[in-house]
């Protein structure tokens, strides 16, 4: 698998808006859908914000890649087996920590190998700051739990901070930061793009999903998780709402299907249930549009 080659595009006079993709693991792919329609009605995506899984599609689309290779990608890269194989080290070090030593900066319960390579196959030594579209990934600083935005760089090492998931994959160090997952500080961060004066946005957004069934530790683990992280977007995006003067529009793609971490063999189904969301909001996203033009026009 060659790294991906990003197409080149041409923003003319279009209407735009900035993306923001919340966490969601292999349900960001919907964000592929949402682009592919945006496109489709001549909306420009000026800026992208990608947040722990979200942060792999957001690369993608700020890269330019169309639908058809993004899905490709996505069904090669995001597969079960980044995540099979156990770091046995790290849970004897939970054991005995004093005999083994235990390090923050190396500690994941799953061996993340696989993931560091198939990460540097598919993008190579893309920069964050070379991307067709100006890109933004979000990751949490581990000392004092601040979102960090990343906007330079290598795009692997940025991708791989913002999927460090706690516990199952280590922290990354990077640019003097020890980084993990996105989603801990800000599961949808709409408040990068407000920081670098979006005007309309439009978020597409993810629950965790709740654990049918809690018979192991690890699953224990995963439904705090996902409590956490589901009272934490909800406070987010009430107070984003609230606090700044851009449209804000969010798209929450409907899966009559339940849709596990890594089941890739659904992301066919992923993306259509996003381009379908957008669509439904298309017609209200261009009304908005036009009269941000027109206040443009009566402000200058």
Same mark, same amino acid.
């Given at each position: 698998m060659g790294p991906v080659q990003a197409v080149a595009q041409n923003p003319g006079r279009q209407p735009a808006v900035t #993306?923001?993709?919340g966490s969601g693991s292999v349900k960001c792919a919907a964000a592929i859908g949402v682009a592919q329609v945006l496109a489709e009605s001549g909306i420009r995506v000026e800026r992208v914000?990608?947040?722990?899984?979200?942060a792999l599609f957001a690369t993608l689309i700020a890269m330019g890649l169309d639908a058809d290779a993004s899905r490709e990608l996505t069904?090669?890269?995001?597969t079960k087996e980044i995540a099979a194989t156990r770091n046995t080290r790290a849970m004897l070090s939970v054991l005995a920590?004093? #005999?083994l030593g235990f390090a923050a900066?190396?500690?994941g319960l799953r061996d993340d190998r696989l993931i560091n390579r198939r990460l540097r196959d598919a993008f190579g030594d893309l920069q964050i700051e070379?991307?067709?579209i100006p890109l933004h990934i979000t990751a949490t600083n581990f000392k004092d739990g601040e979102l960090v935005d990343l906007s330079s760089g290598p795009a692997t090492q940025a991708i791989r901070a913002s999927l460090a998931i706690p516990f199952a994959f280590a922290p990354v160090e990077l640019n003097g930061q020890l980084l993990v997952d996105g989603y801990v500080s800000d599961p949808m961060p709409v408040s990068v793009a407000i920081k670098h004066g979006a005007r309309v946005i439009v978020a597409v957004g993810f629950e965790s999903p709740m654990m049918e069934h809690i018979g192991s530790a690890g699953r224990f683990a995963m439904q705090l998780s996902s409590i956490m992280s589901n009272n934490l977007l909800r406070a987010r995006y009430a107070f984003n709402s609230v606090a700044h003067h851009a449209e804000l529009i969010t798209i929450i793609p409907e899966f009559t299907q339940r849709i596990r971490l890594f089941d890739t063999d659904k992301v066919p189904y992923i993306i259509e249930a996003g381009a379908q969301a957008a669509r439904e909001?298309?017609?209200?996203l261009r009304r908005v549009l036009a009269d941000d033009a027109a206040s443009k026009v009566v402000a200058a």
């Open positions: #993306l923001v993709i914000v990608g947040c722990s899984g979200g069904l090669r890269l995001w920590p004093k #005999l900066s190396r500690f070379d991307t067709k909001q298309i017609d209200y």
